[in-house]
């Protein structure tokens, strides 16, 4: 029996996904072998990887203006890798801080000598918030702005794409393939594949062709854009089990209607949960209004009940999972409990953790 997973990361898949790769796992297009055995240089795998690159396009309308890469390391690889790629040592760079990941990437850049400019900095409401459109401005002479629009851990989103003059990085891991997004708005988009793409093991890399060329002498080959752009992705041995996930993922994303369908369902399924917690006396999520998250969803019970009972939240995770809903405890750093509502989770599965929050609430309140 499949359970609705809510993990914030590696997440739920699409069963259609799962069951296409069940059906072709020990022969490949013929091959009589897996797609984890050939060659990435046949021809075959080649095309493969191709064909995913041209859905992605095609899904997110990213122009020829753009180079696609399909890199190892995941999101946090490219923490390091953007500085080495856009950035002299020495440079300054400005970045909004909203939580975790941006806070991690913010660590990267100054380690490499740069003078890192926060220029929005949301610690003081405990990540619960994101600045307002136009309340930051960008330190003189950044190389570039750097951003998470959805910080997966607090469950905080952008509710607008920053305006700057200087290149846009976006950190896109948990909210990229939600819906339909301007990617001319972004020199630089990258993403973990763990949460709406497929399996762990990669990061998507979406680069403004002006950016490439720049990176430092000293940038591992692995690292540098440029360099993997020239080979297509293919400087080493590439994932190549996660990049055949990714594109029967961007097959399924189409195939269900595309960005658009996609993000009215995400919306659905967000409206759902965050109207059940609003409508209920006894859950909380913790985040201000516009900043609330499609993708990740925190909620918490009340101090009173959380006193007189010390594990109750321990209590609803393990019953929760019982009843076939699983990962949903806060991340360590936060405590409480957090749903994730990526594209592969159906509403069935939303409607099904509200209906158990409300008994929950009934018998615990
Ligand atoms: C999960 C996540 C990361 C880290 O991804 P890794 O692939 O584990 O490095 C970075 N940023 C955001 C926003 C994430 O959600």
Known sequence: MRVYNFSAGPAVMPLEVLERAQSELTDWQGHGMSVMEVSHRGKDFVACAQDAEQRLRRLMGIGDEYAVLFLQGGASGQFAAIPMNLTRPGDTISLLRTGTWSAKAAEDAEAQGLDVAIVADEATSHWTTTPEPGSYAVAEGSAYLHYAPNETIGGVEFDHVPEVDVPLVADMSSTILSRPIDVSRFGVIVAGTQKNMG???????????????????????????????????????????????????????????????????????????????????????????????????????????????????????AEAADAGLVNLAGHRSVGGMRASLYNAMPIEGVQALVDFMDAFAARHA
């Open 199 to 317: 399996p762990a093991g990669m990061a998507v890399v979406v680069v403004r062709r002006d950016l490439l060329g720049h990176a430092r002498r000293e940038t591992p080959s692995i690292l540098d854009w440029t360099k993997m752009e020239a080979a297509g992705s293919m400087l080493n041995t590439p994932p190549t089990f996660a990049i055949y996930l990714l594109g029967l993922t961007l097959e399924w994303i189409e195939q269900t209607g595309g960005l658009e369908a996609m993000g009215r369902r995400n919306q659905a399924k967000a409206d759902l949960l965050y109207d059940a917690i609003d409508a209920s006396d006894f859950w909380t999520n913790p985040v201000e209004r516009r900043s609330r998250s499609w993708m990740n969803v925190p909620f918490l019970m009340p101090a009173s009940v959380l006193e007189r009972e010390p594990d109750v939240e321990k209590r609803f995770v």
